[in-house]
């Protein structure tokens, strides 16, 4: 029985029976849920092409129920395409898709929840982005998917992947060092490489606050999906030079959880601080009631 | 921990703790009451009271008691179908003091009369936690196949329960016991491997000392 608790256990698992990250993800899901590596990884590649359907199914017209949401995905798509695009086609590719998830989101469209759905934008944005760009085989790409999944599964364990009970951290943060986990497998890296992507990513989240414009999904969560995109990328590519993070992979996990605890409740989800308590939100709140 | 909970589920937006999770909090409620639920009292507290009404979880919550799942694309038109239906829904503030910040209080009556009482906690990523049944604390996921008998706190019940389950070749993957006083009302919460075969629960039923047997079949 493979069991992992923490991403050390991920590493020391790969090195001592001579496995893949994503193989130590995916056979623990198969023992767990008594079915086949192959059941599993059908699964895995459904997430994957329902993230896909998702990014397909974007429709710029649409506007949130509050009206405070919809079409920024499309200006994203027509800047990138003046060939004004400051950032490279990948990233800038990435920035468009995770805004238009954000959006469908926000829209009340089915999306795939990674972990959360307020971060839904995140990983599909840098995956869906990254197989265009490099011309990835889907099959790599689902294998890199199982690396977000166990990266996720190990904070949700340590620490939270809830806003509510840890901030933004636990979410927009969680889903930007799943992505970029996944991201350095992509480009090569070896476990120990993923764990440092991992907490490049999560450590330069830490401490975001969770204060949304009238309690909903979308100011500041949807632009977040973006940061949480380009953070991904460059977190990726540090651990890809060899750079590595003076904090321990599961110390960075181990310290949101405790950042999140002492975070005042009015930054957790309840819309009593932060942006939600700005002039402009109380005139947002004003037009909504 | 499911892998599916970190990657998924595919759901309808915009808050997998507040739109998904309610949802799901309503479905597992549904399958409890194991039958139509015709009246649902639903009592917001913390974060679903202050911020729910953008996230939909009214809606996600009624939607789940009618039994659609999380990516039922119904769920922004639940209020109205539930109305057509002739469900009746009465939304408030929960009294429940220092629960989870994100905790659904669902008074509900089924088509029969049954009633049931279920306080659900959403804990993120559409993850939950049922961790009331009639007042008494619980505490399971909705993951596994479910038994919750509520006894009287009397020797042998546990052992009759669990006599049964491996009389039927059923694996039990956790349990719990809880009392509300010694020889008061008890409950004995059980998930499972495999479904438990409704004759089981049947002979559970008529069990001298069983108040009352709720199954959280996983099978639609």
Redesign the interface.
Same mark, same amino acid.
Request: include cysteine; glycine fraction near 18%.
């Given at each position: 029985m493979i069991v992992y608790n923490t991403v050390e256990d991920i590493v020391r698992i790969c090195r001592e029976n001579n496995m893949l990250f994503w193989q130590v993800i995916m056979r623990a899901d198969a023992q767990e849920r008594m079915v086949s590596e192959d059941i599993s990884f059908a699964a895995m590649r459904e997430m994957y092409r329902a993230m896909k359907r998702a990014d397909s199914e974007y429709d710029k017209n649409l506007k949130s129920p509050s009206g405070l949401s919809g079409g920024d995905g499309e200006k994203m798509r027509i800047f990138n395409s003046t060939g004004n695009n400051l950032c490279g086609a990948f990233m800038g590719l990435a920035m468009e898709k995770a805004i238009k998830m954000g959006e469908s989101n926000a829209c009340m469209k089915r999306i795939v929840a990674a972990p959360t759905a307020g971060a839904c934008g995140v990983i599909p944005a840098v995956f869906l982005s990254y197989e265009t760009c490099f011309n990835a085989p889907e099959d790599k790409m689902v294998e890199a998917m199982f690396i977000t999944a166990g990266i996720g599964a190990v904070i949700a364990k340590n620490a939270s992947i809830a806003g509510a009970s840890g901030g933004c951290q636990a979410e927009i943060g969680s889903a930007s060092s799943m992505a970029a986990a996944g991201l350095a497998y992509l480009q090569g890296g070896d476990a120990e490489c993923i764990a440092h992507a991992m907490a490049f990513a999560l450590k330069n989240m830490l401490g975001l606050t969770c204060d949304p414009v009238c309690g909903l999904v979308e100011v500041p969560c949807i632009k977040r999906n973006s940061a949480g995109a380009v953070n991904a990328i460059s977190s990726a590519q540090m651990a890809m030079a060899g750079i590595r993070s003076a904090i321990t992979p599961d110390e960075v996990i181990d310290s949101m959880r405790r950042i999140g605890n002492a975070m005042p409740s009015c930054l957790k989800e309840t819309g009593e601080g932060g942006l939600a308590i700005t002039p402009s939100a109380q005139r947002i709140k004003e037009t909504l009631q | 921990?499911? @892998?599916? /909970? @970190?990657?998924?589920? =595919?759901? =309808? *937006? &915009?808050? #997998? #703790?507040h %739109? +998904?999770g309610a949802a799901k909090i309503g479905y597992i409620s549904r399958k409890l009451m194991g039958e139509e639920i015709v009246k649902a009292e639903i009592l917001l507290y913390? #974060?679903f009271l +202050? %911020?729910g009404?953008?996230? *939909?979880t009214r809606m996600a919550l009624v939607a789940g008691l009618m039994g659609m799942k999380p /990516?039922d694309?119904r769920? &922004?038109e639940s209020l109205n179908i539930a109305k057509r239906r002739g469900m009746e829904v009465i939304f408030g503030e929960s009294d429940l003091k220092e629960a989870h &910040?994100?905790t659904a209080q669902l008074k509900l009556t089924g088509v029969t009369g049954r009633k049931l009482e279920v306080v659900g906690e959403s804990? *993120? *990523? #559409?993850?939950i936690n049922i961790a009331k049944i009639d007042g008494i604390e619980t505490n399971f996921s909705g993951d596994y196949p479910t038994l919750v008998v509520h006894n009287i706190d009397q020797p042998g019940h546990v052992s009759e329960v669990t006599a049964m389950l491996a009389h039927k070749s059923v694996n039990i993957a956790a349990m719990q016991l809880y009392r509300s006083n010694r020889g008061g009302d008890a409950v004995m919460v059980i998930e499972c /491997?495999q479904e438990v075969p409704p004759e089981g629960i049947k002979w559970l039923e008529k069990a001298e000392g069983v108040v009352k047997v709720t199954y959280l079949s996983l099978e639609d």
């Open positions: - | 921990m499911n @892998i599916f /909970d @970190i990657i998924g589920p =595919v759901m =309808v *937006g &915009p808050s #997998s #703790s %739109t +998904a913390g #974060s +202050a %911020t009404k953008g996230h *939909g /990516d694309c769920i &922004p &910040p994100n804990l *993120g *990523g #559409s993850r /491997d």
